[in-house]
């Protein structure tokens, strides 16, 4: 589908506004999955269209806080289906469901909407929402501690470079335990190593 960037970020953003989103730590967040889709772009094939899905499920991805914290991803997952966007609807199931995944469960073949991707959808998913999923571990303080990263990939592993002026050990220990995702899409295990600045 062929799209305007500008004017669908727009879009984004003002869905993020209505539902006052944590600026600061969703644009990280955003900032983070980009560097990972760029760095690792001649592995997961994913196009640009693919990119600017990526950029915004990571802005929306915790709009559902507008209700509170418990199930803010499902919530957030609903506010994109009911929204406006200027999306096809199965590009708007699409970026709910990288909303819906960035925390907590991994997809499972009875969840609502993922039932019904076809096995390339779900690999799409799988490397978008995995994506967004290890940004939002990486600023598990919202306190934008990780400046940038780089990633090293072999055969069986992925190691992620960050530099960080403060201790990102907090950071790693959530990115960690939220690389399930990603980790299961690229068939490697993921760790994460500390660079100077």
């Not at 406006?84 to 609502?112: C, G, T, V, W």
Request: glycine fraction near 2%; charge should be negative.
């Amino acid at each position: 589908m062929t799209m305007n960037y500008q004017s669908a970020l727009t879009a984004v953003l003002n869905l993020a506004q209505r539902y006052h989103y944590e600026k600061q730590h969703s644009h990280q967040v955003a900032r983070l999955a980009l560097m990972f889709f760029d760095q690792l772009k001649n592995n997961h094939n994913l196009d640009d269209y693919d990119r600017l899905l990526l950029e915004a499920g990571a802005l929306l991805h915790d709009i559902g806080w507008y209700e509170g914290q418990k199930r803010h991803h499902k919530t957030a997952m609903s506010y994109i289906l009911a929204s406006d966007l200027p999306f096809e609807r199965s590009d708007l199931i699409m970026l709910a469901l990288i909303a819906r995944y960035h925390r907590k469960s991994m997809p499972q073949e009875n969840h609502d909407y993922y039932t019904d991707l076809n096995p390339n959808e779900r690999r799409r998913l799988a490397f978008l929402a995995g994506m967004v999923r290890l940004a939002d571990g990486l600023d598990r303080s919202h306190s934008n501690r990780i400046q940038t990263l780089s990633c090293k990939i072999n055969d069986d592993s992925i190691t992620v470079f960050c530099q960080s002026q403060l201790n990102p050990e907090e950071e790693f220990s959530t990115a960690e335990n939220k690389s399930d995702l990603l980790s299961d899409a690229f068939n490697r295990t993921i760790n994460f190593q500390a660079i100077p600045v």
